[in-house]
């Protein structure tokens, strides 16, 4: 018999069924790999529809969209040589009910030929092109807040229409992005009739196009020599929708390290238990090494034995997290850009249960090279007798599964400087939280003697032969850095929803306010609200062509911070500094400097494009290059809710441009929809948008993020009680031995519990800082440099936090030694 089979024959006869002694081991493993399978499936199934849908959710394999105008005659041509083309145009707008009811909404104009891939269906399940010029399809959150259905009548800009279905499923939806309100569909021909396309309107013109006989890419390049300087923006089905992926990729990303880090908590979880469990396995062992047993013998007993309990908690974390998928879909489904069924994801599922084996046979290491070295003589001298053979070797051991670890973790990010650091600061973390354990039981152990007996043995307790400070430490120190980082995060969060509606936030935004009629714009609004304050603003839509000597066509990747380059941007021009801003560099324009082609641009934007004073930005309006010197560099205060462009140009560079106004006005809510109805009569091309529905969807998606954040924290959470459970486990005999000594000389259960509780009430107390400073710095972060969010923590609520965190590990710690109260003198003594 080989050593290996002799080895798998002693595991498997002493390996329960019930995995008794192993049970902890199950538990983290399948707490820190089911987080990683779910986090890892749900990414890769969000991602697979993304991919698997491009041509529907863009509307063809090429997209080219261009700001307030439509294509030329030569442009045109352009395109329906590439291929079949679907023209839809764009634009915000308002639905008018006979009663007067109003809804600002996003009004979609499409042609016959829509949608060239997928299907728009109705309510009742027809599917549909374009309405009759007439009519309108209209989503069904218009018809539920308009309290419309189908023969009902609706106004846009001058015309009415009739409602002709409510829409079931809009195929390029998730490919449009965000929208000020639900969709209407109406024909080419019925957009006319609207009145609403004028010159300085804000639309946008969207030329679909099915050529799948082309590279995609290959088209465009085609299309775009041809017409370089003409602002045209362009996707393909493979980016079909480019926010939304680089959402779920940093999010995923995101998650799944926080589930490593859950992981390698776990793997605390995992030695502590596996370290209790041989402590129980010591006669055992004995016994073997009596009969024979090699040290390689013995470790090959208990490492089968721990390979396949952790396969059996890799395989059960792998089933639940493939089944949590769609129930994630659920929970938070509002963040998510597709809904994600039941799907297995093998590369994602692969990583997960590499990164459980490769930490479970880490941590385990110390545990089976101990049991290894140690001789039979001194296995039988009792529970306090402790070699430190073997540690250089259970230290290569745990540094080449580290190694893998890392490895892992860089080879599968796309940010890889991002994932070293964020593993750097928990192997910081963990490093840290070692080095206070031992400087705690140095420190305890040179402190003047309590003359409190309860005081002085649990102060004794920290330094005492084969106690388990360091374990303590880091098993508390971890669940409440995870409080604290949680609370951080999450009251931060909250905070930065408040700070969205700032005092003095206007409650109307209005879009298209024709420049001739500007005071009658104000008279109207002053006749409602007389203390009103109307603040206008030309406005238009651009694209950056180039900045200083660089052209952004020939950018192979958008540079970091440089958000303004991927597509359109607002342009509006000024001839005095704008409320809101303050220069941060340069000097304004005077009123001579302003007839000249001038532009003054954030700060941030600036850093990002490496930008001096003094050079030339070009944009694309209208199809035309304008290209302006900067003048200045300003700061931004974005969170004011006026008025607030990255580019603001001087009057001579942008003030002979088609354009209409935008308007802000500031007054009581309350007032808002009185405003909206006294306006719309007046200005029927105009639109007008409430501030706090817009805010209510932003705060929502917030707040579905801060869910998904928390789930995925809690995870770790829940690792850190375990890892805890697991300390206390691993150290049961030497306590056994301490509360058997005690009660022989008199001690009570309650004395004998208040000393561990004075030990982990003293522990608590002096990692809790520690815990406060690491979790505060881990939240920081990913508030500030992850999510781009200020920071703003309650600090009431976090030390709360803290303070129900340590009551609850105290808690635990202390119904974790229950059973070492119940343990009999005269048979504990018998086994010591």
């Not at 908690?313 to 998928?325: D, E, M, N, R």
């Not at 120190?477 to 003095?504: C, E, M, Q, W, Y």
């Not at 008279?523 to 660089?550: D, F, S």
Request: glycine content about 10%; aromatic content about 6%.
């Amino acid at each position: 018999m080989t050593d290996w089979r002799l080895a798998w024959t002693l595991a498997r006869r002493e390996l329960s069924a019930r995995f008794r002694g192993l049970r902890l081991l199950l538990v983290c493993l399948f707490l820190g790999v089911g987080a990683l399978a779910a986090i890892g499936s749900l990414t890769g199934a969000v991602a697979d529809e993304l991919a698997s849908r491009g041509r529907v959710l863009l509307g063809g394999d090429v997209e080219l969209s261009v700001s307030q105008r439509g294509a030329d005659a030569g442009e045109l041509r352009a395109m329906q040589r590439l291929g079949r083309v679907s023209q839809t145009v764009r634009m915000q707008s308002m639905a008018v009910t006979p009663a007067g009811a109003t809804a600002p909404v996003q009004l979609k104009a499409v042609d016959a030929a829509y949608p060239l891939y997928g299907a728009l269906r109705l309510t009742d399940g027809r599917a549909v092109r374009a309405p009759a010029d007439d009519g309108v399809w209209i989503a069904p959150a218009l018809a539920e807040r308009l309290r419309v259905r189908p023969g009902d009548a609706l106004r846009f800009g001058t015309a009415m229409f009739r409602v002709d279905g409510i829409v079931a499923e809009e195929p390029d939806r998730l490919g449009e992005g965000f929208t000020l309100g639900p969709v209407a569909l109406v024909s080419q021909r019925g957009l006319a009739r609207t009145g609403l396309v004028q010159p300085g309107s804000l639309y946008e013109s969207k030329y679909r196009i099915a050529a799948p006989s082309r590279d995609p890419a290959a088209a465009i390049a085609r299309f775009t020599r041809a017409f370089p300087t003409a602002g045209w923006e362009t996707r393909t089905h493979e980016r079909a929708s480019p926010g939304a992926s680089r959402f779920v990729a940093r999010m995923g990303e995101f998650l799944t390290l926080v589930g490593l880090a859950a992981l390698v908590i776990a793997g605390i979880g995992v030695g502590n238990g596996v370290s209790s469990y041989l402590e129980a396995r010591r006669q055992s062992i004995a016994m073997l090494k009596v009969l024979g047993a090699t040290r390689a013998i013995v470790r090959r007993v208990y490492l089968l034995q721990v390979v396949v309990v952790a396969g059996v908690g890799i395989l059960l974390g792998l089933i639940a997290g493939v089944l949590a998928v769609p129930a994630i879909g659920v929970a938070v489904g509002a963040v998510l850009p597709v809904a994600p069924g039941l799907t297995l994801e093998p590369v994602p599922l692969a990583l997960a249960a590499a990164y459980g084996l490769l930490i479970a046979l880490g941590f385990c290491a110390p545990a089976l090279v101990a049991a290894g070295h140690v001789p039979a003589a001194a296995l039988l001298r009792g529970a306090l007798d402790r070699r430190s053979d073997g540690r250089w070797q259970a230290a290569a051991w745990m540094a080449g599964a580290a190694a893998l670890v890392v490895a892992l973790a860089l080879a599968t990010s796309e940010r890889a400087l991002f994932a070293a650091g964020f593993l750097a600061a928990t192997a910081g973390a963990l490093l840290l939280l070692v080095a206070l354990g031992r400087a705690i039981r140095a420190i305890a152990a040179r402190l003047p003697r309590p003359r409190s007996p309860l005081l002085r043995l649990g102060v004794a307790a920290l330094y005492r032969p084969g106690a388990r400070t360091v374990a303590l430490v880091v098993a508390l120190g971890l669940g409440l850095t995870l409080f604290v980082l949680l609370a951080t995060i999450r009251t931060s969060l909250d905070g930065n929803i408040r700070k969205t509606v700032p005092d003095r936030a206007p409650a109307l935004f209005a879009l298209d306010v024709p420049p001739e009629r500007e005071r009658d714009f104000r008279a109207t609004v002053a006749a409602v609200a007389p203390k009103a304050t109307v603040a206008t603003v030309p406005l238009m839509r651009g694209t950056i062509t180039a900045y200083g000597a660089t052209r952004v066509a020939d950018l192979k990747e958008i540079p970091e911070g440089a958000w303004a380059l991927r597509g359109e941007r607002g342009l509006t021009f000024a001839a005095a500094l704008p409320p809101g801003s303050t220069l941060a560099a340069g000097r304004w324009w005077t009123a001579a400097e302003a007839r000249r082609p001038l532009v003054s641009v954030d700060e941030r934007l600036a850093r990002a494009l490496d930008l001096k004073i003094g050079d030339p930005l070009t944009v694309s309006v209208l199809g035309l290059e304008r290209t302006a010197r900067v003048a200045s560099f300003r700061r931004i205060a974005w969170d004011t809710l006026g008025f607030n462009f990255v580019m603001v140009f001087s009057p001579g560079a942008l003030a002979d441009v088609p354009h209409n106004l935008a308007a802000t006005i500031d007054m009581p809510a309350a007032q808002a929809p009185a405003v909206t109805r006294a306006l719309l009569p007046r200005f029927p091309s105009t639109s007008v948008v409430e501030v706090g529905g817009v805010l209510g969807q932003v705060q929502a998606i917030v707040r579905q993020m801060t869910t998904a954040i928390t789930a995925a924290a809690g995870i770790a959470v829940l690792a850190g009680i375990a890892v805890l459970v697991g300390a206390i486990a691993a150290a049961r005999a030497a306590r056994t031995y301490d509360a058997v000594m005690l009660k022989v000389l008199g001690a009570t259960r309650a004395q004998v519990l208040a000393t561990q509780g004075i030990e982990y009430a003293l522990l608590s107390l002096v990692v809790g800082g520690v815990a406060l400073l690491l979790g505060s710095v881990g939240g920081w972060y990913v508030v500030t440099r992850l999510f781009a969010f200020d920071w703003l923590p309650d600090w009431g609520v976090v030390l709360a936090t803290l303070g129900i965190g340590a009551g609850v590990t105290i808690a635990v710690g202390l119904l974790g030694t229950l059973p070492v109260l119940r343990a009999r003198p005269a048979a504990a003594l018998r086994e010591l």
